[in-house]
């Protein structure tokens, strides 16, 4: 089967009302299995350290608004790989928005639109696709997300007291990602055509490995 046709497969199934994550063509009950791991690099606007992330709300303000990457180093949606690609998802006013690389094939996007809905089920997340050329770098003492034309953010890890080695937070509770390095943003700016829109600077930021599946319990909330 050629790649266009399965995706639109995927999306025709999706807008029939099909369970997230399922097979095209089977019923509702017989999911798709997909696995995807690798590196997710965040940032908020809360202060250092997030408090949502100790089962806390937001500080210093009422709210906690978010941008984030999912960099997959090995990943797959049945037998279809998605290495080397990313998702990334925006929020803040108004709504949250997921992001698929644009270097994504269509039979890879359409896969890609359904681990991103089921990632995200635990959010107000309404289905509100954007295509994007996402950028993730990774370093030795910081970290760059941007998504195409709508910004991103810059962030450096916070060093712990031998002066060499990054603050790491285990179990948190908001990244289902067993060690999260703790960071700190030099350049937070994002903003989308939904009414979305941050700009700010020294916020809360998270870096951690993440081993998903679709029978993963809880990916974020």
């Known amino acids: ?29 017989a999911a798709t299995h997909w696995e995807i791991a690798g590196t997710l690099t965040e940032a908020c606007t809360c202060a250092v350290p ?22 997959i180093d090995k990943g797959r949606y049945g037998d279809l790989k998605l290495d080397s690609l990313h998702l990334a998802v925006g929020h803040a006013q108004k709504m949250w928005v997921a992001y698929i690389d644009d270097r994504a094939s269509p039979a890879q996007s359409a896969a890609l639109r ?10 107000p997340f309404r289905g509100q ?9 990774i370093g030795d003492r910081s970290a760059r997300v941007q998504i ?10 916070i060093i712990g007291l031998d002066r060499k080695t990054p603050v790491v937070v285990e179990n948190n509770t908001t990244f289902n990602i067993p060690r999260s390095t703790k960071t700190k943003t030099s350049s937070f700016r994002y903003q989308d055509a939904h009414g979305n829109d941050i700009d700010t600077a020294a916020t809360n930021g998270n870096q951690g490995k993440f081993d998903w599946t679709d029978r993963t319990p809880a990916y974020l909330k």
């Open 1 to 29: 089967m050629g790649e266009w046709r399965a995706a639109l497969l995927v999306i025709t199934f999706l807008a029939l009302g099909g369970t997230a994550g399922a097979k095209p063509g089977a019923p509702a009950t």
């Open 129 to 137: 696709f954007e295509t994007a050329h996402i950028t993730q770098e």
């Open 50 to 71: 997030c408090t949502c992330n100790f089962g806390e709300g937001p500080s210093p303000h009422h709210y906690c608004w978010t941008v984030f990457s999912l960099r």
């Open 148 to 157: 195409g034309k709508y910004g991103g953010f810059e962030t450096n890890y």
């Open 114 to 123: 359904v681990i991103a809905t089921r990632v995200l089920k635990d959010t």
